[in-house]
């Protein structure tokens, strides 16, 4: 069993990674944090109880609620232009029971970690805040953790808030560096795979058509917040009917590292600048910055991944 912890800020693109990672066999999902970004974090709690009931995992994975605001100022809006205000595209999925555990973040990672007894992955699908400050309260965190995932940052660029800045990184840079200078095995899954790994309307609704009797409300709802997404995705990203695959990459690459092909460079997170905070600064030089080996996904096989995904509701 592949074991996973996952931070994230439940929007469109989250809420797919959940669905995938929930319905995979292999796979034990032992808690879920979230952070904000998309929505709040209260809000991403919120919909990642929804999305646990549509798969039938209703108060089965703890869910704890992760800080409201990034270690260095305030948060500033929400991209409700891709994700809806309610993160979740705007379509209402039927409220759950389940509330979240009343717990310190921090308190909740670090116990779930050490529950996995050093075999959890932690998957982190949104800004790096509430990892940056289990780091700080427990410093030996690294070392009940496996590896990490993380969908964030952009090394050739482009960015996709700033020119080379990707959203998770750029909301809470000062978080991504302590988390890259952990001791720990980190793998980013940056926008220059994930803009890659393009998902039509077309490959859903086939899904759709072919996946097993009680997927199929799972695959309605992805259908139905995508027609949102898909709207974002063309105003930001010129795509038509279709949508970059983020998060859900991510979590693909959680369980089957073998859809990208990786390279290690030495990574510091810019935390100053005016165009250029929450960028990834990569030292290829002989004698390069203090830092730590990171490892960033350059390809990918989209079709492999886009199989992996929709696989698991066959
Ligand atoms: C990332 O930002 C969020 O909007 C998405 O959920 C994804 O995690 C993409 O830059
Ligand atoms: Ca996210």
Redesign the pocket.
């Known amino acids: 069993m592949i074991k996973l912890l996952i931070d994230c ?1 439940t ?4 809420s797919i990674a959940l669905l995938f990672a929930l319905h995979r066999k292999d796979v034990e999902v032992m808690g879920i944090s979230t952070s904000i ?2 929505v709040t974090a209260a809000q991403a709690a919120d919909n990642t109880m929804r999305v646990l009931k549509l798969a039938g995992k209703e108060g089965q994975v703890p869910v704890c609620v992760g800080a409201e605001k990034p270690m260095v100022g305030t948060c500033e809006d929400f ?1 409700d232009f ?2 809806g205000k309610n993160g979740l595209g705007e379509i209402e999925l039927p409220e759950s029971s389940q509330k979240p555990v009343d717990m310190d973040v921090c308190d909740f990672l670090y116990e779930k970690a050490c529950e996995a007894d050093g075999e959890a992955v932690l998957v982190t ?2 800004r790096m805040t509430n990892i940056a400050h289990t780091l700080q309260k427990y410093p030996d965190f690294p070392a009940k953790i496996k590896r990490v995932v993380s ?2 940052g952009t090394v050739n660029g482009p960015g ?1 808030v700033a020119p080379m800045v ?3 990184i750029g909301g809470d840079p000062e978080a991504a560096d302590l988390v890259l200078m952990a001791p720990w095995q980190v793998t980013m899954v940056g ?1 220059d795979v ?1 803009l890659k790994t393009v998902m039509h309307m077309e490959d859903v609704k086939m899904a759709r058509g072919y996946c097993r009797e009680e997927c199929r409300p799972v695959l309605d709802f992805m259908m139905q917040e995508l027609q949102h997404y898909m709207k974002g995705a063309r105003m930001q990203n010129w795509m038509r009917e279709c949508c970059p695959l ?2 859900p990459l991510a979590m693909i690459v959680a369980v089957d590292p073998s859809v990208v092909l990786t390279q290690k460079r030495i990574t510091r997170v810019e935390t100053g600048g005016t165009y250029c905070r929450g960028m990834f600064v990569t030292d290829l030089r002989e004698q390069p910055i203090e830092g730590r080996f990171v490892e960033h996904c350059m390809q990918v096989d989209e079709r492999k991944a886009l199989n992996e995904l929709f696989a698991v509701f066959n």
Do not use: C, K, S
């Open positions: 800020d929007g469109v693109d989250d970004g998309n991209p891709i994700h699908l949104g969908m964030g996709n990707e959203a998770n926008l994930t983020h998060d």
